[in-house]
Nanobody, 124 residues
Framework: QVQLVESGGGLVQAGGSLRLSCAAS????????VGWFRQAPGKEREFVAA????????DYSDPVKGRFTISRDNAKYTVSLQMNSLKPEDTALYYC?????????????????WGQGTQVTVSS
């Protein structure tokens, strides 16, 4: 079993940066792919980025490509999401999740464990 806790959210002005962290526990974390999703009020949960268990493969949604960077440190059981050039449309509750399969990393149904989320608010 994997337990996930997100942190690093907050209020930032448009054009600013935030770094989200996902702290994990559970010995299978090192063999789990990790994704970040976000959900704005009244909208569906949306894929943001994912990283393979080794860190060698990464995937980004088009809206964040070139602005967000996902990384992981398996020794510290953490996955980070560096978010630059933030826009008001990035405002959402951000979740990290873990999966044993890379095949469905863009689909929230493909994940086994979820954190509680951290709020990101970008003001214009």
């Amino acid at each position: 079993q994997v337990q996930l806790v997100e942190s690093g959210g907050g209020l930032v002005q448009a054009g600013g940066s935030l770094r989200l962290s996902c702290a994990a526990s559970g010995r299978t974390f090192r063999f789990s792919h990790v994704g970040w999703f976000r959900q704005a009020p009244g909208k569906e949960r949306e894929f943001v980025a994912a990283i393979s268990y080794s860190g060698g493969t990464k995937d980004y949604s088009d809206p964040v490509k070139g602005r967000f960077t996902i990384s992981r440190d398996n020794a510290k059981y953490t996955v980070s999401l560096q978010m630059n050039s933030l826009k008001p449309e990035d405002t959402a509750l951000y979740y990290c999740a873990s999966s044993s399969s890379w095949e469905y990393v863009r689909n929230w149904n493909g994940y086994d464990y979820w954190g509680q989320g951290t709020q990101v608010t970008v003001s214009s």
